[in-house]
C-alpha cells in the first residue's frame, strides 16, 4: 500500500520547491509523484499540425521524488509522517505518526 496516493495534499520538504502545498496529480511509478504547481519547467514545444497543437514555451509540471514530500497533516498544520495498521475488520489504513489519527478521516 502506497503512504502516499493520487488526491492527498502533500508539503514539499527539499529542493527549489521547498514549502510549498499541493496535491498529488498522479503517480508515475513506484518513487516518482507528480504534484500540481510544483517542480515546474519550461518546455519548447514544436507545432503538430496533425493534432492540432501550436509550437511555442508550454509550462509542465514534472515528476518529484516521493522523498522529498510529505503529507499535510490539516489538524498540525504541518507535513507529517505516515505509518501503516490494521483494523479489526482487516482493512489496512493509513495514520498520521504524529496525534495517531486516520488520514482522511
Known amino acids: 500500500m502506497q503512504?502516499?496516493?493520487k488526491g492527498d495534499e502533500?508539503?514539499?520538504i527539499a529542493g527549489r520547491d521547498k514549502g510549498k502545498r499541493g496535491t498529488v496529480?498522479?503517480?508515475v511509478d513506484d518513487e516518482h509523484?507528480?504534484?500540481e504547481g510544483?517542480?515546474?519547467?519550461?518546455?519548447?514545444?514544436r507545432p503538430n499540425p496533425m493534432k492540432g497543437q501550436?509550437?511555442?514555451i508550454v509550462e509542465k509540471s514534472m515528476?518529484?521524488?516521493?522523498?522529498?514530500?510529505?503529507?499535510?497533516?490539516?489538524?498540525?498544520?504541518?507535513?507529517d509522517?505516515?505509518?501503516l495498521r490494521m483494523l479489526e475488520d482487516g482493512r489496512k489504513v493509513r495514520f498520521f505518526k504524529s496525534n495517531g489519527e486516520q488520514v482522511g478521516a
Open 38 to 45: 510544483v517542480n515546474v519547467v519550461k518546455k519548447h514545444v
Open 3 to 5: 503512504k502516499i496516493r
Open 25 to 27: 496529480l498522479r503517480r
Open 63 to 79: 515528476p518529484i521524488d516521493q522523498s522529498n514530500v510529505m503529507l499535510f497533516n490539516p489538524v498540525t498544520g504541518k507535513g
Open 81 to 83: 509522517r505516515v505509518g
Open 10 to 12: 502533500v508539503v514539499i
Open 54 to 56: 501550436t509550437g511555442g
Open 33 to 35: 509523484l507528480v504534484v
